[in-house]
């Protein structure tokens, strides 16, 4: 059995090239969207609608980064604003039909890359997997 130190420095390095792989991953499957543009359309669309507070809370982003890239994504017609009606002074972000189909067809791209990567991997080891990063998730929320 290994040591906790050993599996803590083994655990580092391997989120490291996991999180490398997902930005090199994610400009092959959405090259038309950066991550951090397709995880905010993403937000949006699993949650309806949301502020721009919002995004930047979920995400922990400065208010300008998330400013930056809410004009990008209206430029490129992937979002709509619409007035808040519980307050005028703030706009309800929501993805556009545009936005919705990109996001759809990169998901099915990304889905179909997790299936081949997992092509050798029984449904139990998916699953424990599933659950270790969920219980890993879950503890940042804490």
Known sequence: MPDR???????QREFTRFARRARQKA???HPELSLVAH???DHM???GSCHAADLAG???LDKSTVSRQIAMLEAEGLIVREPDPDDHRKQILKASEKGLDLLTGANRRRRASFERRFTH???ADVAQLAAYLRCYNAAEDD
Request: charged share 25%.
């Open 27 to 29: 400009a092959q499957l």
């Open 121 to 123: 991997w029984g449904d």
């Open 58 to 60: 979920h995400f922990l």
């Open 45 to 47: 669309d699993k949650n």
């Open 39 to 41: 995880s905010m359309l």
């Open 5 to 11: 130190d050993a599996s803590m420095d083994v655990i």
